[in-house]
């Protein structure tokens, strides 16, 4: 089946740097790619959508300065997250969906620890 | 905009079938039904999708209520590895919005 990658699957930062999250289709190209943040025994939260060669549209609440979202190509989405403090330590999942199917496949997931 | 409500957890004995409800009263009528299961610290996982038949696939049965307010997830014999939070989602636009998800506990 359809493979969703993310990279890397748990990273541990200081206060103040900033972390980059890759995540790519691996065997199809995905018009569409979407980031979750998930804390501990909650459900997933939509933070944006991102399509291909356009900007990223952001859900309310979310700060588009804070989490930057790059999608340059049809099989890769890059989330940042600049300045990282505590607070944003979290379970960052990536979705895409397929072009040609619409169908939806997710990456493993991604654990951001700021110290 | 979760759309969907859902049990927050629920057992069930090992090898016996287990019937999961969704209720989405909101659903419009290009709205696909969508089920997915995540285990700990992983990606959710697809199950199966409808739109208004029953669907049925090697994990599980989609039965699909004739108005569509309503929807169950049925697998027809659990395992322990089953045991995960289950979520049901509607997607007519491009955003899928999970809900709070229901806690499955499979009992040996």
């Known amino acids: 089946g359809a493979v969703v990658s993310q990279h890397p699957s748990r990273v541990i930062c200081k206060s103040g740097t900033s972390v980059k999250i890759e995540c790519r289709s691996l065997d199809f190209q995905a018009t569409t790619m979407f980031w979750y943040r998930q804390f501990p025994k909650k459900s997933l939260m939509l933070m944006a959508t991102s399509n291909e060669g356009s900007k990223a549209t952001y859900e309310q609440g979310v700060e588009k300065d804070k989490f930057l979202i790059n999608h340059a190509s049809l099989t890769l989405s890059t989330l940042t997250v600049t300045s990282a403090h505590p607070e944003d330590s979290s379970f960052y999942i990536c979705?895409?969906?397929?072009?040609?199917?619409?169908?939806?496949?997710f990456g493993e997931g991604s654990r951001l620890t700021v110290l | 905009d979760a759309k969907t409500t859902q049990p927050n957890s629920m057992e069930s004995n090992e090898e016996e079938p287990v019937h999961l409800p969704c209720n989405h009263s909101t659903i419009s009528g290009t709205d696909y039904i969508h089920w997915y299961r995540q285990l700990p610290s992983q990606g959710p996982e697809y199950v199966i999708h409808?739109?208004?038949s029953n669907v049925n696939n090697r994990m599980a049965s989609l039965a699909i209520a004739e108005d569509r307010k309503s929807s169950t997830l049925i697998l027809h014999r659990a395992t322990l590895r089953d045991a995960a939070v289950y979520y049901c989602i509607l997607s007519g636009g491009n955003q899928f919005y999970f809900g709070t998800g229901t806690s499955l506990t499979v009992i040996p």
């Open positions: 409808g739109l208004t």
């Open positions: 979705s895409a969906r397929d072009g040609n199917t619409g169908e939806l496949f």
